[in-house]
């Protein structure tokens, strides 16, 4: 029996109308479909700045020359093609849940990159978990689709959570800035608020989607309980009940808060996805009102 798809044709055909969208303007990149705030060749004019030594003549305002005998540079505004990195997730705890949030990720991946091909954009999809693990850079149309679903479909989930060593690797692997996509759950012993905090602080973008299954917010459980960590196989014993449930919601959530609060701080967005969302539901809806696409 062949395996589903991670994304059906008709879905595609809805998501040719996005863009994934980004909100900084980066210096030196051009092309694209997000207009910048920098000055450079473009259609649209911008500004007027004065003429400085080494500039090209051809900018030169000859009209306001004429008018004024001073020379003024036209700027006009340009858009950026900026690389568009997405930080998916393959750690061990991305495979609980009843739908797994690493075929979850997958899916949703595969989605934004589309959206990202239809846009002429350079997608780079980066697997991560103790380590940077294996990359895929697409670009140029629609056509590099297929490579890029083979590769998430190749990808397998393991190992534990390293966020503050993954962002200390991606700052050198990649240290031009752009725009940052990271699909996680966001658990990590040593906690991502940090980590995350580094990567904007070396001018990437953030997009945080975190994705989270119904038993992680909301566990059933009843009763003394051995838990075991799905990366570490630490055993905590505990007992659960109603209180402890609430309890455990409300530590969840002001975990979550504190992922948001990283993102809007830093002119980035944050998006929370239960993985009981479908996929068409999760890009038309919360990523859509976040502003990653439009």
């Given at each position: ?192 608020e940090k980590p995350l905090q580094f990567l904007a602080d070396f001018g990437h973008e953030l997009v945080l989607v975190h ?36 309890a455990y919601t409300a530590a969840f959530d002001e975990f979550a808060r504190g992922v948001q609060r990283v993102g809007l ?30």
């Open positions: 029996m062949n395996p589903e798809p991670l994304i059906d044709t008709a879905f595609l055909h809805k998501l040719e109308r996005l863009a994934i969208f980004w909100q900084k303007s980066f210096p030196g990149l051009v092309g694209g479909h997000n207009i910048s705030r920098f000055a450079g060749p473009g259609q649209e004019f911008l500004d007027h700045r004065h003429f400085h030594h080494g500039d090209d003549l051809r900018a030169v305002n000859w009209r306001a020359y004429l008018r004024l005998e001073k020379l003024f540079l036209k700027m006009f505004q340009v858009e950026p093609r900026l690389p568009v990195r997405l930080l998916l997730d393959c750690s061990q705890s991305m495979t609980t849940g009843e739908t797994p949030k690493f075929d979850y990720a997958r899916k949703l991946a595969a989605a934004l990159c589309y959206v990202g091909l239809v846009r002429l954009d350079t997608i780079c999809i980066q697997s991560f978990a103790q380590d940077l693990g294996e990359s895929f850079l697409c670009g140029g149309g629609r056509h590099r689709f297929v490579p890029a679903v083979n590769f998430l479909t190749s990808l397998n989930a393991g190992g534990r959570t390293d966020y503050i060593r993954i962002a200390r690797q991606f700052i050198s692997k990649f240290p031009q800035p752009g725009l940052l996509i990271v699909v996680s759950d966001f658990l990590d012993d040593a906690g991502c994705l989270w299954s119904t038993e992680d917010r909301e566990p059933n459980w009843d009763g003394q309980l051995d838990l075991v960590d799905a990366e570490s196989g630490e055993t905590l014993e505990i007992g659960f009940d109603d209180a402890a449930r609430d701080r830093n002119s980035g967005r944050y998006v929370g996805l239960p993985t009981n969302t479908t996929i068409e539901e999760a890009v038309f809806g919360p990523l859509a009102r976040a502003g990653a696409v439009q």
